[in-house]
């Protein structure tokens, strides 16, 4: 198995472009989640889903879109990017059953996320 | 609110030597605990958990310790080793009306001097 894979690693963009971050797991997990790392900084989270075609809002949601149409996928939208989104961002996912997750995170490598 | 913080920043231990790593909770609700490694450029990867109701578990050269009464949980390294450095993360996990979210301390650099 991969575990949880991230695409692109790296990405520098200009004030306003807009990108999306993929993330796929192929662990069969319902859950997934999106976090972003600053320097010193613990993770935060920005958007989670826990199942196909549900999403709900993390800590810091702002200037971010999902969407989950598959068990695997969980791509993560900037529309109008802007400094304050340089990052590192991470994907996760995990396995719950009956809602109370007593499983661990797994995480991808991460996306270094650059706005200039 | 929720905050998961860590007293010491940067650790620098020995080579061989027993690593200690200390993380305070502040919801005395979390039932759930996890620690992370970070080897820099990597994501964060599982090193081991465990739930309210334990106080001890260990795992292969790691303890994790919970102290409910003082929200207190620490990782344990038996005889540190150089691949070990890298970035600790404690994390916790509210009670049920906050679903399965997870809250992140910001991290302790651990150095291991050969």
Known sequence: NAGVTQTPKFRILKIGQSMTLQCTQDMNHNYMYWYRQDPGMGLKLIYYSVGAGITDKGEVPNGYNVSRSTTEDFPLRLELAAPSQTSV??????YSARGRNNQPQHFGDGTRLSIL | GESVGLHLPTLSVQEGDNSIINCAYSNSASDYFIWYKQESGKGPQFIIDI???MDK??????????????????????????GDSAVYFC????PMEYGNKLVFGAGTILRVKS
């Open chain 2, 91 to 94: 994390a916790e996990r509210g």
């Open chain 1, 89 to 94: 961002y991470f994907c996760a996912s995990s």
């Open chain 2, 51 to 53: 739930r309210s109701n």
């Open chain 2, 57 to 82: 578990r260990q795992g292969q050269r790691v303890t994790v310790l919970l102290n409910k009464t003082v929200k207190h949980l620490s990782l344990q390294i038996a005889a540190t080793q150089p």
